[in-house]
C-alpha cells in the first residue's frame, strides 16, 4: 500500500497547468529542497508546494510521502541540469543508495507545481528509444519500435502499460520490472515487431498531460486507438495485435475494437468492473478502508464527487482524480470485449496478487473463442514468484530477473497463428 501511496503522490504532483519559469528559479527551488529534505524539514517541504498540490493533499501526508522515500533513497548528495522539454526541467539526482531523473517545474508563484522521479539510465547504458511518436491533440506520446530483421512486412505488437505512472518498459517509482522491454526483445528474436509507449503525463510523454483533474479513461484508450491507426498505415507491418497489461488490458481491448486490430491479447486484465477489484485491494490491507472504499466508489459510479475522503484514501480518492475513476468503473470488461471480432488470448498467472485467475476465466467466458492460458507460478510483473507476498512482491524491484518463458512462448504462438491465419 505504501508504494501505491508514493506513486499516486508523485503522479499528483505531475500532472498540471504549467507556467514560465526560468531555469535559475528552478534551480533555486531545488537547492531549498535539498537543504529541506536532508535534514527532514518536511514542513518546510509542504510549504514549498503549489496551492494546487497543497490542497489535495494534506501535510501528514507529504511528510509520510518524504519520510519513506528518505527510507528508499537516503540523503540527496547532488544533482546536476539535464535538459529543458517543453517548461520541464530535468536533473539528475543523486541520492545515497540511488540515483535517479527529476521532472520539476514551477508555478507563477514559484512554487513547486511538478515534481516527480523517475528511474535515470546511467552513462553509457543503452537508453530507451523513441523512434515511434503518435501526435495526439494533446501532445507527443513517445514510443519504442523494435523491429526485426526482415525484408518483407512482419506482424506488429502494441503494448499498453498498466495503471499510476508506468513507462514503456513496466516500471514506475518503487517497480523496476523491465517486463516489456524483455518482452519486445523475445518478440523480436521470433520475428516479430513492437511498439511500447509512455503513456500520456509519464516519461518522455510528461508533457502530454497538462491536469489531471481534465483526465478521463477514454483519453488513454484514444492514445492507444492513435498508435493502432499509425502502425495499421505503416507498410513495415502485416497486421496490427494489441496487448494490454493490467489496467492497460481495458484500454487496449477498447482501442482494438474501435479500430478493428487483427487480434488482442489481456495479460493480468481484468473481467470485472474496476471498482470491484479495488475494493478487494484494499479489504487486503485494511477492511474499514474498504468499507469506505466501497460507498465513496458507489457514489462515483452514480456520476457524484466525493468531498469528504479519508485522509488514508486521499492519494486514490483526491477530487482530481476521481473524473478518471468515474469513467473507467462505468465499464465492464466482459461487455467491451464482446465488442471484438478478432482473435484474443487471455494470459494470465496463479500467482498474480494483483489480479485473481478468476479475472481471466470471466474474460474466457464472456468471449468463448478466445484462448485461455493460465501460467503457473507467474505474478502480476509476469515473473516467476511464489505465493508468499513479501518474496512475491520483491520481484517488482528485480529488473534483471527474466519474464516468464512460458507466457513469451505463449505470446508468440498466438501471434504466429494470427499471422498464418491471414
Not at 458507489?298 to 478518471?324: C, E, H, I, W
Amino acid at each position: 500500500m505504501k508504494k501505491q501511496i508514493l506513486s499516486a503522490l508523485l503522479l499528483l504532483m505531475a500532472t498540471v497547468n504549467l507556467n514560465a519559469q526560468s531555469r535559475g528559479e528552478v534551480d533555486q527551488a531545488l537547492n531549498k529542497f535539498q537543504s529541506q529534505y536532508n535534514n527532514k524539514q518536511y514542513s518546510d517541504i509542504y510549504g514549498s508546494f503549489s496551492d494546487r498540490i497543497t490542497k489535495q493533499i494534506n501535510e501528514d501526508m507529504i511528510k509520510k510521502t518524504m519520510a519513506q522515500q528518505f527510507d528508499q533513497f537516503g540523503d540527496l548528495k547532488s544533482y546536476s541540469h539535464v535538459k529543458e522539454e517543453g517548461q520541464f526541467s530535468y536533473y539528475k539526482v543523486v541520492f545515497t543508495k540511488t540515483t535517479q531523473t527529476l521532472v520539476m517545474s514551477l508555478d507563477d508563484a514559484k512554487k513547486i507545481e511538478v515534481f516527480r522521479f523517475v528511474p535515470y539510465t546511467p552513462d553509457g547504458a543503452p537508453r530507451v528509444r523513441s523512434n515511434f511518436v503518435y501526435e495526439s491533440p494533446n501532445g507527443k506520446i513517445y514510443g519504442s519500435l523494435e523491429m526485426p530483421d526482415a525484408k518483407k512486412p512482419v506482424p506488429v505488437v502494441l503494448m499498453v502499460a498498466g495503471s499510476g505512472p508506468t513507462d514503456r518498459n513496466c516500471n514506475q517509482q518503487g517497480m523496476e520490472t523491465n517486463t516489456f522491454k524483455m518482452i519486445a526483445d523475445s518478440l523480436r528474436k521470433a520475428g516479430i515487431a513492437s511498439v511500447r509507449y509512455d503513456k500520456r503525463g509519464v516519461g518522455e510523454s510528461a508533457a502530454a498531460l497538462n491536469d489531471e483533474s481534465k483526465l478521463v479513461f477514454d483519453d488513454m484508450v484514444k492514445d492507444a486507438a492513435g498508435f493502432v491507426k499509425m502502425l495499421k498505415a505503416d507498410k513495415r507491418f502485416s497486421h496490427v495485435i494489441v496487448m494490454g497489461h493490467s489496467e492497460g488490458s481495458l484500454v487496449g481491448m477498447m482501442a482494438a475494437a474501435r479500430e478493428n486490430a487483427a487480434a488482442y491479447v489481456s495479460v493480468a486484465g481484468l473481467g470485472e468492473r474496476a471498482d470491484k477489484i479495488i475494493v478487494r485491494q484494499i479489504a487486503a490491507q485494511s477492511e474499514e478502508l474498504s468499507l469506505k472504499a466501497a460507498f465513496m466508489l458507489d457514489s462515483m459510479q452514480k456520476g457524484n464527487t466525493v468531498q469528504n475522503v479519508d485522509p488514508a484514501l486521499q492519494s486514490l480518492f483526491r477530487p482530481s482524480v476521481q473524473p478518471y475513476i468515474k469513467s473507467w468503473i462505468k465499464y465492464d470488461p466482459q461487455e467491451e470485449i464482446k465488442k471484438l471480432s478478432c482473435p484474443v488470448l487471455v494470459l494470465q498467472g496463479t500467482t498474480d496478487l494483483q489480479v485473481p485467475t478468476e479475472e481471466a476465466d470471466l474474460l474466457k467466458t464472456a468471449y468463448p473463442k478466445a484462448t485461455l492460458k493460465i501460467v503457473d507460478g507467474m505474478n502480476h510483473v509476469l515473473k516467476a514468484a511464489p505465493a508468499d507476498r513479501a518474496a512475491n512482491i520483491a520481484t517488482y524491484t528485480q529488473p534483471g530477473l527474466p519474464v516468464s518463458k512460458d507466457a513469451t512462448t505463449a505470446l508468440v504462438a498466438f501471434v504466429n497463428t494470427v499471422s498464418a491465419a491471414k
